[in-house]
């Protein structure tokens, strides 16, 4: 298949990015992440029934140390504001530019808190399967999150990225761009004109608009299996070129790309496509090309948050997380072709930076 065609012009960055200085990021991102832990808060207290116990869960593992949780909260914003300071990509306005539609959003999202707590508490994690194509990979078509429509409604997309940001308390953009901020350090030095990077499973484009933000010259595409989160992340990041296609079937050509990336792609793929996928990364990217990972922190990590790690699959449909916390990514991704070069994580995510 030939290359989707992407309409870039120079220095579009496709999304919000406010210019400033670190403190300036650290107290948008204060208040931020202050909106989406109360709009936690509000959906727990919403969606907690009086006569149903909560999802039975046990572990060996000790609970995390008093105050660890909070600190290791805080270095996500932390590790941000460094990077903003050393001038390797602007600082980034997660907050919606429209406030009015931020509001409806979260409203949105509160009142939906019941209908995945019911579809919780009946443990019904695949209740989008009867109504989504056979088409699509039996592995994908699942309530994952035990979000309502699964991955294939225009509602489910409209409603993503505040539910990740109120389960990860407002860190979530702080998070995923730990991966980008190891790719601006490797190509600091390059010349972005002309360099080609895919995102796979983009979803509703928030990364892409990371990215974009980063590498205004650089010729963007995303790859996603949701016509749904496809058309949201158009309005994400409008000059990338975007392609419905699976990661374990990339319509590039070999060697086409100088960069892929992936966001919490990983803990949701079966170990048989986890290989897949990992081959078909290490295909497409030029000799010398790089996959930045973004994707949930393992127990070998940061053993302090083992117990808390346990519990997510408990209370959130995760049918292959606990394959993924075992899993040697190092190995994974060294059996295609690629070499891990750098880490970094923060909270409750972990970046890798693999090259060709």
Known sequence: ????????????????????????????????????????????????????????????????????????????????????????????????????????????????????????????????????????????RQNFHFQSGGWFTAESAGRYEAQVEALFAGTAGAMRRRALSLLAKAWRERDHRGLKVLDLACGTGAFLGDLAAAFPRARLYGLDLSPAYLDTARHSAPAAGFVQGKAEQLPFADASLDAVTAVYLFHELPPKVRTAVAAEIARVLKPGGVFALADSIQPVDEPRLTRLLEAFPAYFHEPYYATYARADLTALFGKAGLTAVAKDHAFLTKAVLFSK
């Open 1 to 140: 298949m030939s290359e989707p065609k992407a309409d870039r012009k120079p220095d579009q960055t496709g999304r919000p990015a406010f210019a400033g200085d670190a403190r300036a990021y650290a107290a948008a991102a204060a208040v931020k992440a202050l909106w989406w832990g109360a709009a936690g808060i509000a959906a727990r207290a919403l969606a907690r029934p009086t006569d149903a116990a909560p999802p039975t869960f046990s572990s060996d593992a000790e609970p995390p140390p008093a105050g660890f949780v909070r600190k290791a909260w805080l270095s996500a914003f932390e590790k941000e504001a460094a990077d903003v300071a050393a001038g390797l990509y602007p600082a980034m306005d997660d907050r919606p530019a429209d406030p009015v539609r931020a509001v409806r959003r979260t409203a949105d999202f509160i009142t939906d808190a019941l209908a995945v707590e019911a579809r919780r508490r009946r443990g019904d994690g695949a209740e989008v399967r009867g109504e989504s194509p056979d088409s699509y990979p039996a592995y994908y």
